[in-house]
């Protein structure tokens, strides 16, 4: 699965995560806010930040880490949206373009944003 589909099946059909693999992506995408270059410099505004990301209960505790975040050859979305696909693939909605066959922006598009094609009023 390439990464452009993971992130459309972790984002539209996040009702079907399970409380692990939200939890997971969740502290994924809290240490990527972290860990931003212009963070990196300042001690200060690092400390803050994970801080507030723990008041705010943004980083998951390291008993509730799965299984997911422990390989670091695969990256968490990736891995998370095949689960979902395994366990609920008739569940999750695919919108392709139907002139070039790529994913649109979101399950609801009508126009593609790779090609330009609209098929807003097919149905």
Known sequence: MDIETARYITLYFAFLLTEEEASALLHRNSMFTLLRPHDIDSTINYVARIKWLEQKSLLANDHLIPYLLNDGNTDVIIE?????????????????????????????ARQCRHCGNSWRNST
């Open 80 to 108: 998370t949206a095949t689960l979902v696909m395994e366990r609920a693939a008739d569940k999750v909605f695919l919108n392709y373009c139907p002139a070039c066959q790529r994913l649109a922006r979101t399950p609801k």
